[in-house]
């Protein structure tokens, strides 16, 4: 089931990691200029809050996406339909989306009135008043994801193994993001946010399985008893 990743990575396209990290800082650059009130737009107090809420869940459901381009990558499942290349640039773009519209998410809540929450606050998990360890489940899903995509800059230094162990702590920052957005969030109750969170964490356990009963080495051991 495993390809080799270094030869699907040396087919990631030259300039795109470079533009996939350009949308990603600039949608964290414009959630740190509103919520710093610098460009004027969404005085009202409560537009921070709605932009907040809004932006969190499309960071969710691109984390949602690049964790199953992830699995289809690992498990070679999307290969029907996609070359390994196509779906790492997939993969790619929306990690780092995901972490654009996440700073997008947090960074705007500096103009929020209600929960004030200041930038120690926003970057150090466990710093703010606001229900500090689930918005730290979101603040470590976000560090972890960074850390992911810092990863892959310097994977020949960390060999493949050990790159493709770090990978590990993307179903970590899933889970988080999960938990973090179930509970922590205000929209969790209504019909549309549950089924959205049954449906993404659902298809993600699914290709889990799949992964992890489709490894070379479980699969000897299947064989073998
Ligand atoms: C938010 C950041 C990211 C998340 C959540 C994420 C998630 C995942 C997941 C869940 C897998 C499957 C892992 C497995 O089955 O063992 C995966 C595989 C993979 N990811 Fe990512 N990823 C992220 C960032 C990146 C970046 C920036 C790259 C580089 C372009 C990348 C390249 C890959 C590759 C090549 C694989 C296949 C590894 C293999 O076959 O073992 N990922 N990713
Ligand atoms: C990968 C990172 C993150 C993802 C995917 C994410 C996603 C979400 C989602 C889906 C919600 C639910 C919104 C609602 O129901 O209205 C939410 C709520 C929230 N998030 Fe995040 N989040 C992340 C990181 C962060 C960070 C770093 C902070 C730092 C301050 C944060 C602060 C909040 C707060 C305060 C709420 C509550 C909003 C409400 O009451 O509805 N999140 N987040």
Redesign the pocket.
């Known amino acids: 089931m495993?390809?080799p990743?270094e030869r699907?990575?040396s087919a990631?396209a030259p300039g795109s990691?470079f533009l996939?990290a350009v949308a990603g800082a600039a949608l964290a650059a414009g959630g740190f200029a509103i919520g710093v009130g610098a460009t004027g737009v969404a005085g009202e107090s409560t537009s921070f809050w709605y932009l907040s809420r809004a932006s969190g869940f499309v960071a969710y459901l691109l984390?949602w996406g690049?964790?199953?381009?992830?699995?289809l990558?690992?498990?070679?499942t999307g290969r029907a339909w996609a070359r390994p290349p196509q779906l790492?640039?997939a993969?790619?773009y929306?990690?780092?989306l995901?972490?654009g519209f996440a700073c997008f998410h947090s960074l705007v809540l500096l103009g929020d009135r209600y929960v004030a929450f200041s930038l120690g606050a926003i970057i150090v998990p466990f710093a703010g008043q606001h229900q500090p360890l689930l918005v730290a489940c979101g603040q470590v899903a976000l560090w972890?994801?960074?850390l992911?995509?810092g990863?892959?800059q310097v994977?020949r230094r960390l060999g493949g193994q050990l790159w493709?162990r770090l990978?590990?702590?993307?179903?970590v920052?899933?889970w988080l993001a999960f938990v973090h957005g179930v509970l922590v969030g205000s929209e969790t109750a209504m019909v549309w946010a549950t089924a959205l969170y049954l449906g993404t964490a659902g298809t993600?356990l699914f290709l889990?399985m799949h992964?992890v009963l489709s490894t070379p080495r479980l699969q000897t051991m299947m064989a073998g008893s």
């Open positions: 495993h390809q990743t699907i990575e990631v990691l996939s984390l690049s964790v199953m381009w992830g699995l990558l690992s498990t070679g790492l640039g993969h790619e929306l990690s780092s995901s972490v972890l994801s960074l992911l995509i990863s892959f994977r493709r990978h590990y702590a993307s179903f920052a899933f993600v889990t992964r």
